[in-house]
T-cell receptor, first 116, second 114 residues
Framework: EPEVTQTPSHQVTQMGQEVILRCVPI?????FYWYRQILGQKVEFLVS????????KSEIFDDQFSVERPDGSNFTLKIRSTKLEDSAMYFC??????????????FGPGTRLTVT | AQSVTQPDIHITVSEGASLELRCNYS??????LFWYVQSPGQGLQLLLK??????LVQGIKGFEAEFKRSQSSFNLRKPSVHWSDAAEYFC????????????FGAGTILRVKS
């Protein structure tokens, strides 16, 4: 069964460093998302991406964050200068062409980011 | 603003007993609804979904959920719980009008006692 994959599973970085979290969405999916879950809190939407551009972003997704689809398979989240409060589990998700009525999002296993 | 409430933080049931996890939402549009399950150290697995049509939907692992528009609820049920069902369960809501992003509830941790 196709699945979303994410690398690395755990990333430790120092405050102020740049990190790139990587995701490989399901191959025929067209919409890509990043969510995060701070320990003990809700899963929160960060950004959605379609047709090589951001379609929506939350207020969390400030100038320190960026997303990219560098090739036909990968989808990345970059945090330019990490802060302690960026420590969280980051989930990538993908979905099909939802205008056709397929709205479910499939999630990857997550990357746990620890900022020290 | 859109919101999802899962009023039970923890629930403990005996193996073989029935289960109902509650989810209420507040949304300014016609919602589509999901239940996801997360086992420790794992990602979010889709259990079931509701977009339209029959308000009782079946999912994987023997779970079902019923959409009740009048109560703004989408409760998850299982007639007989297995020890392997112990996990955290998340209700999530989305709508085309809000760009397809999902809004999640806080989650309910299910413990199963033998």
């Amino acid at each position: 069964e196709p699945e979303v994959t994410q690398t690395p599973s755990h990333q430790v970085t120092q405050m102020g460093q740049e990190v790139i979290l990587r995701c490989v969405p399901i191959s025929n999916h067209l919409y890509f998302y990043w969510y995060r879950q701070i320990l003990g809190q809700k899963v929160e939407f960060l950004v959605s991406f379609y047709n090589n551009e951001i379609s929506e972003k939350s207020e969390i997704f400030d100038d320190q964050f960026s997303v990219e689809r560098p090739d036909g398979s990968n989808f990345t989240l970059k945090i330019r200068s990490t802060k302690l409060e960026d420590s969280a589990m980051y989930f990538c998700a993908s979905s099909e062409f939802w205008q056709a009525g397929s709205y479910e999002q499939y999630f990857g296993p997550g990357t746990r980011l620890t900022v020290t | 603003a859109q919101s999802v409430t899962q009023p039970d933080i923890h629930i403990t049931v005996s193996e073989g007993a029935s289960l109902e996890l509650r989810c209420n939402y507040s949304y300014g549009a016609t919602p589509y609804l999901f239940w996801y399950v997360q086992s420790p150290g794992q990602g979010l697995q889709l259990l079931l979904k509701y977009f339209s049509g029959d308000t009782l939907v079946q999912g994987i692992k023997g779970f079902e959920a019923e959409f009740k528009r009048s109560q703004s609820s989408f409760n998850l049920r299982k007639p007989s719980v297995h020890w392997s069902d112990a996990a955290e369960y998340f209700c999530a809501v989305g709508a085309k009008e809000y760009g397809n992003k999902l809004v999640f509830g806080a989650g309910t941790i299910l413990r199963v006692k033998s």
